[in-house]
């Protein structure tokens, strides 16, 4: 079973605006991370938060953490066109052996 | 510094058959994780291996093997090829072992049984 979960499963929205995408999951974790894939290709690392974290940003893109909610979210503000790919949230599994990742968001943003 | 390298980038293959898949990871990069990427199931973890161990197994049956060279390369194998079998193949890199430090992936290979 997928330790995540995203929400929603796709969103599609104009160029400027911001995305918003939600990342549940069941057991407890360490750390949560959220990747990005272009179609068919390999997923680019964005950003990692650490269960004692509550947010962190990097150049346009803002991650919360809930550790009491179990849940995440991705805020990319003023999107762009080459933001259109698949996001992925990963967590920790198996007593933090590898990582568990859910079925992706896929954004378009239209220009 | 050259990301991870995943050759080939496409194969077709009929049932049956047996195919190798290789993986070089970022230099000084010591764990190689391998997953599948299906529209069905999404990404599933395969296999991790570090300093040529595998360390952690995901749910796959035995057709599916790897091995760590001591360069850190990876092969991953899979014999006995099923059309269920069809998928994006994901190699990742990581300078720590298990779930503690972001994946570095390649571009993947794409297999095909027919």
């Known amino acids: 079973s997928q330790q995540g979960e995203e929400d929603p499963q796709a969103l599609s929205i104009q160029e400027g605006e911001n995305a918003t995408m939600n990342c549940s999951y069941k057991?407890?974790?360490?750390?949560l991370q959220w990747y990005r894939q272009n179609s068919g290709r390999g997923l680019v690392h964005l950003i990692l938060?650490?269960?004692?974290?509550r947010e962190k940003h990097s150049g346009r893109l803002r991650v919360t953490l809930d550790t009491s909610k179990k849940s995440s979210s991705l805020l990319i503000t003023a999107s762009r066109a080459a933001d259109t790919a698949s996001y992925f949230c990963?967590?920790?599994?198996?007593?933090?052996?590898?990582?568990?990742f859910g079925p992706g968001t896929r954004l378009s943003v239209l220009p | 510094k050259a990301g991870v390298t995943q050759t080939p980038r496409y194969l077709i293959k009929t049932r049956g058959q047996q195919v190798t898949l290789s993986c070089s990871p970022i230099?000084?990069?010591?764990?190689v994780s391998w997953y599948q990427q299906t529209p069905g199931q999404g990404l599933q973890f395969l296999f991790e291996?570090?300093?040529?161990?595998?360390?952690n197994k995901g749910n796959f049956p035995g057709r599916f093997s790897g091995r760590q060279f001591s360069n850190s390369r990876s092969e991953m194998n899979v014999s006995t090829l099923e059309l269920g079998d069809s998928a994006l193949y994901l190699c990742?890199?990581?300078?720590?072992?298990?779930?503690?430090?972001?994946?570095?992936f390649g571009n993947g290979t794409r297999l095909t049984v027919t």
């Open positions: 990742a890199s990581s300078f720590r072992q298990g779930a503690n430090s972001p994946l570095h």
């Open positions: 057991t407890s974790i360490n750390n």
């Open positions: 938060i650490r269960s004692n974290e």
């Open positions: 990963a967590t920790d599994a198996n007593y933090g052996q590898n990582f568990v």
């Open positions: 230099s000084g990069h010591r764990s």
């Open positions: 291996y570090f300093s040529e161990t595998q360390r």
